[in-house]
């Protein structure tokens, strides 16, 4: 019932569509782009509820205060302290290694402003753990949500960051200013 109805909100009232042909296997990354306004949360919660799929995300610790925060673990959210210098990527890898199922979405710009360096740390994860990387991205002016493509790792950073930003290249954020996918030769 609530499958239908998320349906109905994402399609029906706010017009989206999706075209996603890449498999979901039971262990994966979701790399996400472009993130630039809060409301690419709400749609990429409507999606996933549209299509009954579970997913952790990272968000900044900021976020995890009294009332949402016990509403965004709840959902599958895990705080990130970016001031700790921690060995994230690490536990998430170990993580994922450990369980029958792993779905993590990272946005790799990390904030909404505008961020030509993205940051790795979902490569990391899916490196270590022998994750496949799906890449989704979000395109405001046509309301379109795509994933058509899906990279392995192959440890050569740079070749698959570059491969990976070129995907997001023409998709259009809600506030499409705000989004680079930086220097890619």
């Known amino acids: 019932m609530l499958k239908k109805i998320y349906n109905w909100i994402l399609y029906k009232q706010l017009g989206w569509t999706a075209e996603v042909d890449q498999p979901h296997p039971d262990k994966f990354i979701i790399c996400l782009a ?5 409301w690419d949360f709400f749609i990429g919660q409507l999606y996933i509820r549209a299509k009954d799929m579970q997913s952790n995300f990272l ?15 709840s959902i599958g959210g895990i705080p990130v302290y970016r001031q700790k210098h921690t060995s994230m990527t690490d536990s998430m890898a170990q993580t994922a290694i450990q369980a029958h199922t792993f779905h993590l979405c990272i946005t790799p710009e990390g904030t909404r402003a505008l961020a030509p360096e993205w940051k790795k740390g979902f490569y990391f994860i899916a490196l270590k753990a022998h994750l496949p990387i799906l890449l989704y991205g979000v ?3 046509k309301k379109l949500i795509k994933c058509t493509k899906t990279i392995y790792p192959s440890g050569d950073l740079e070749a698959d960051m570059r491969e990976i930003k070129l995907y997001f290249k ?5 506030h ?5 996918i930086g220097e890619t030769c």
């Open 34 to 38: 472009p993130h630039t306004s809060n």
């Open 139 to 141: 395109d405001y002016e």
């Open 176 to 180: 499409p200013e705000n989004f680079s």
């Open 170 to 174: 023409d998709f259009k954020g809600k």
């Open 59 to 73: 968000m900044k610790k900021e976020w995890f205060v009294w009332p949402l925060g016990p509403l965004f673990r």
